[in-house]
């Protein structure tokens, strides 16, 4: 067993594992890091203990992270705790605002804290040299932890078993605490720590997201609510294919179950009586068959070739499940929230693996640290924001426009801490709502899959076709969108100033995305959100190549000795040289947006010219085109670039080449602004080309 310290006098109690000694300690009253204060009046029955994952696993970082626990002198189902005092240190967290959704929240003190926070980033100071600090509430036993404001800057723990036959006195692990100098390494070593110390989930990096994450998809949800039918959806898919764009994945979202309300007779499916958005929430489940809708479904395929395929099971593909965290009202008498999590999330996993290929499921209203720490043992991809809004359902005509800048931050933040667990899905949107094209750009650089919600036959093909290549597959980022460091700490939603900056990896070239989201978010006196229309105006932001985490995910960009960057403003249309640290200036109007491609420059063997790949300009995603790229390293100086899809290709060039290939066959080009223009035709059945540039 670990020993842990308690706060003892005006001692110091610094913790060390032999190997890692660990930046934070208890001092007297405070917790410290690195010799700085960064929770005061830390109470006497606090206890901190060192992490054990570096005394028996290898070492996962540099340094050791330290678990928080207490004693209350009274066993209790739910305890409320002071861990110490937060005072003008700016934080970051991610709290719960409704049951399933979570959401970024800024402040400095502990009084700024919401209830239901989840995990909470403490700013690194450069002038003290302070690091970044994580505080990471955490499960224990059949007890569950989240944070919250206390009482004087108190930062509090409350600690529940969800059961008040399920009583406790004495914890050791309820929140963990870790330390280092780059924010996203921070959060990453700190779930590599929790993974060992629970044992209870695995991280996105063990394992492998569905292929549904690289298919263009539709959802019926918006199209239909609760009256989805067979027909409806098959004209629906003939729609999308006709028009260009096929979808390789199609969600039948609530509609399909057999269902009805309480007051209902047993015998009767109550499906269509409920036809507004939640209204199924509360309703029972009849039977695990498909309602009769679906049930009495005759697929025409087998019907032509002699067989009898009835069912759902005739009818679709792929199919999402929606799971929720309505668990933690249930548990009273079933030994609480924490072990009927585990006893569900248990069978789930066994059904994921049985009837979904062990991951071909999309995890929704999940936002909880029950669920992370819990249900993501074979769940690989999962929701990161709350549902697209067309409009308010609170009624503000405005919500049209603030609700999708809303939708944007939850995304970007919430994948900071659920991308560990889950691959992020951005979730759908309609192509031909006001801001869809606000909305495709985030979802074309965001890492995950790309769906939408239109009605049938209502479609903006051309924007679709810049997601959506023609065999239904998209130009999906390495990684997953994450903000960049300078918005962090800052509100990309009602302050009136900040940017939402997000960045991401593909395989060549790295992508900035800059929206202006300003103009409504969560209030803390309505306890809702709510239009914030004072802040919705034009914002000015600066940014350069390192804004891009280059070293990021499993196959990092080496950018070591790169001096210059060629950056590609895609709505814009205009060309960038900038060195790594140089910044360019973006100034949008509210629900604007401009997509950056970012790539470093080589100078070409035997010549002193330069070049850099910029990829396909009419997709949204440019630089994700680039499959392959090779340099020649003699005097003939060449560049092949393998690419996927069709369109206009564009890469910067210092000289203009003598001539350009597709395909091994000599091809027309153009050389403007030190950009080299072709035109790549759609090459079947997979869409791939080689581009070859001779100097």
């Known amino acids: ?99 399933w959704w979570t959401t970024h929240w800024v402040g400095s003190n502990g009084r700024d804290l919401e209830h239901e926070t989840q995990i909470v980033m403490l700013d690194k100071s450069d002038d003290s040299g302070r690091p970044y600090v994580l505080l990471l509430p955490l499960i224990e036993g059949p007890f569950r932890a989240s944070l919250q404001p206390g009482d004087d800057d108190y930062v509090d723990v409350c600690v529940e078993s969800g059961s008040t036959k399920v009583c406790g006195a004495g914890f050791r692990s309820v929140v963990y605490l870790h330390a280092g100098d780059d924010p996203y390494n921070l959060v990453k070593e700190a779930m590599e720590a929790v993974r060992v110390h629970l044992g209870t989930f695995k991280l996105l990096e063990e394992k492998t997201p569905p292929g549904i994450v690289d298919k263009f998809g539709w959802c019926t949800w918006d199209a239909f609510y609760l009256n989805v039918h067979p027909q409806g959806v098959w004209d629906g898919v003939k729609g999308l294919v006709e028009g260009g764009c096929p979808p390789g994945l199609v969600l039948i979202d609530d509609g399909w179950q057999s269902i009805s309300h309480d007051e209902d007779p047993i015998t009767e499916e109550g499906m269509n009586a409920a036809v507004g958005a939640g209204e199924q929430m509360p309703c029972r489940l009849l039977r695990f068959q498909e309602n009769y809708k679906f049930r009495d479904y005759e697929s025409l395929k087998s019907l032509a070739a002699g067989a009898d395929n009835k069912g759902m099971g005739a009818f679709i593909k792929d199919l999402k499940e929606e799971f929720n965290t309505l668990l933690e009202m249930l548990c009273e008498d079933y030994g609480g929230r924490v072990d009927l999590a585990k006893a569900y999330y248990k069978a789930l996993t066994a059904s994921v693996r049985k009837h979904f290929k062990g991951n071909g499921v999309i995890a929704s209203m999940e936002h909880c640290n029950d669920f992370m720490f819990l249900g993501t ?188 960057f060629a950056m590609y403003l895609s709505k814009s249309k205009k060309l960038v040289l900038s060195k790594p640290h140089e910044n360019i200036e973006i100034a949008l109007e509210p629900f604007n947006f401009e997509l950056i491609t970012v790539s470093p420059v080589t100078t070409l063997a035997g010549k002193p010219a330069q070049f850099a790949p910029i990829g396909l300009v009419n997709m949204l995603n440019t630089g994700g085109a680039i499959q392959s790229l090779a340099y020649t390293n003699d005097s003939n100086s060449s560049v092949q670039i393998g690419i996927k899809g069709s369109g206009e290709m564009r890469v910067f060039a210092s000289e203009k080449p003598r001539s350009c290939k597709i395909d091994g066959r000599d091809v027309a080009f153009e050389y403007e602004g030190y950009m080299v223009v072709t035109q790549v035709p759609w090459s079947p059945p997979s869409g791939l080309s080689t581009v070859d540039y001779l100097f």
């Open 1 to 99: 067993m670990v020993p842990s310290v308690r706060k003892s006098g005006s001692g110091a109690s610094g913790l060390v594992d032999g190997n890692n000694p660990s930046l934070i300690s208890l001092e007297g009253s405070n917790f410290v890091v690195n010799g700085h204060i960064f929770l005061s009046d830390v109470p006497d029955n606090i206890t901190l203990s060192p992490s054990p994952a570096t005394l028996t696993e290898k070492t996962i970082c540099d340094n050791a992270g330290s678990f928080v626990g207490f004693d209350s002198k009274e066993s209790k189902d739910r305890h409320v705790v002071h861990i110490g005092k937060l005072k003008s240190i700016k934080f970051m967290s991610i709290f719960r605002f409704k049951v």
């Open 377 to 564: 043992e074979a769940i690989s991809l999962g929701r990161v924001g709350d549902d697209f809004w067309c409009t308010d359902p609170s009624g503000d005509p405005n919500g049209t426009f603030w609700l999708q800048g809303c939708h944007m931050v939850h995304c970007a933040y919430n994948s900071l801490w659920m991308g560990n667990f889950i691959h992020p899905d951005w979730d759908m949107f309609q192509s031909t709502h006001p801001c869809a094209e606000f909305h495709a750009a985030s979802r074309a650089i965001s890492g995950g899959p790309i769906y939408v919600s239109d009605s049938v036959g209502k479609h903006n093909f051309p924007l679709l076709k810049r997601l959506v290549l023609p065999d239904g597959s998209i130009l999906r980022c390495n990684y997953y969108a994450l903000p960049t460091r300078d918005c962090l700490f800052e509100d990309p939603l009602h302050d009136g100033n900040t940017m939402l900056k997000i960045w991401n990896l593909n395989k060549f070239t790295g992508v900035i995305g800059t929206f202006n989201c300003q103009g409504g978010g969560w209030c803390r006196e309505t306890r809702r959100n709510k239009c914030a229309a004072q802040f919705s105006h034009s914002v000015t932001a600066k940014t350069n190549p390192r804004d891009i985490e280059w070293n990021s995910g499993k196959n990092p960009i080496s950018i070591e000795g790169v001096q210059i």
